[in-house]
Nanobody, 126 residues
Framework: QVQLIESGGGLVQAGGSLRLSCAAS????????MGWFRQAPGNEREFVAA????????SYADSVKGRFTISRDNAKSMAYLQMNSLKPEDTAVYSC???????????????????WGQGTQVTVSS
């Protein structure tokens, strides 16, 4: 059973940066693909970024491409989301998720993910 805990959220002005961290315990992180999702009030959960279990493949939502960077450090059991040039529309609760490898390197949909963190709030003021 993998436990995921996010940190690094907060309030930032538009144009600013935040780095979210996802700490994993209870499993070998290198066995899992990782993803970041976000959910704003009244909206469905939205894919943000994903990374393969060895870090060699990444994928981003069009809305964050060029501004956000997903990374991981399997030795430290950590995943990260560097967010630059933040916009008010990036305001949401951000959650990390882990998916057992089943033959697909990354997943852009929530359903394949097996474990989820509680989320961290990111608020971008205009």
């Amino acid at each position: 059973q993998v436990q995921l805990i996010e940190s690094g959220g907060g309030l930032v002005q538009a144009g600013g940066s935040l780095r979210l961290s996802c700490a994993a315990s209870g499993g070998t992180l290198s066995s899992y693909s990782m993803g970041w999702f976000r959910q704003a009030p009244g909206n469905e959960r939205e894919f943000v970024a994903a990374i393969s279990k060895n870090g060699g493949i990444t994928s981003y939502a069009d809305s964050v491409k060029g501004r956000f960077t997903i990374s991981r450090d399997n030795a430290k059991s950590m995943a990260y989301l560097q967010m630059n040039s933040l916009k008010p529309e990036d305001t949401a609760v951000y959650s990390c998720a882990a998916a057992i490898f089943r033959g697909t390197w990354i997943y852009r949909q929530p359903r394949p993910y097996d474990y989820w963190g509680q989320g961290t709030q990111v608020t971008v003021s205009s």
